[in-house]
C-alpha cells in the first residue's frame, strides 16, 4: 500500500520516521527557477495569465529599480519616494513609457504626488504599453 510521502521525490519512510534523501532518480526532470534570458517580470506576468495588471506594472518598477533605473525609498508608514537614477542599460519600448510616466514632473516622486491628478492615466497607459 502506498502513503502520501511515497509520491514525494527525495522522502522516503524508514521504520517508523521518515528519511529525506539527496540523489536523482533515474528520469528526473530539471527545474529553472530563473525566467528566460531576456524575459522582464511584467512580460512573464502578463504572459501567465494573459491580462497586464497592477501588479505587472510594479512588477516592472521593482526590476527597472534592481537594474539600476531608479532608486525606491520608503518615506513612511506607507509612504515610498521614486528617483529616476541615470544608466547606460537599455529600456524596452513599455519600460521606456513607465519611466517617462512616472518621472514626467521631475526626477523624483512620492506615493502621495501619484495621487494627482497629473498622474491620473500612469496605470492604465503603463498596462496598455504593457499588453501591446
Known amino acids: 500500500m502506498y ?3 511515497d509520491f514525494v521525490p527525495g522522502v522516503a519512510a524508514v521504520g517508523d520516521g ?10 528526473a526532470v530539471a527545474v529553472q527557477f530563473t ?3 531576456g524575459a522582464r517580470p511584467g512580460e ?11 501588479q505587472d506594472v510594479t512588477a516592472t518598477v521593482i ?13 513612511g508608514k506607507d509612504d515610498w519616494t521614486f528617483t529616476r537614477l541615470d ?7 513599455y519600460e521606456q ?5 512616472l518621472f514626467s514632473h521631475g526626477g523624483e ?11 491620473a492615466g500612469l496605470l492604465s497607459e503603463a498596462r496598455s504599453d504593457l499588453h501591446s
Open 109 to 119: 516622486v512620492s506615493t502621495r504626488d501619484l495621487r494627482e491628478p497629473a498622474y
Open 18 to 27: 521518515v528519511s529525506a534523501t539527496r540523489g536523482v532518480a533515474a528520469g
Open 63 to 75: 526590476d527597472l529599480a534592481v537594474r539600476g533605473h531608479l532608486k525606491i525609498t520608503q518615506t
Open 44 to 54: 512573464l506576468g502578463t504572459l501567465v495569465d494573459a491580462t497586464a495588471d497592477n
Open 87 to 93: 544608466t547606460r542599460e537599455q529600456v524596452v519600448p
Open 97 to 101: 513609457g513607465i519611466l517617462e510616466k
Open 3 to 5: 502513503g502520501l510521502l
Open 35 to 37: 525566467p528566460p534570458q
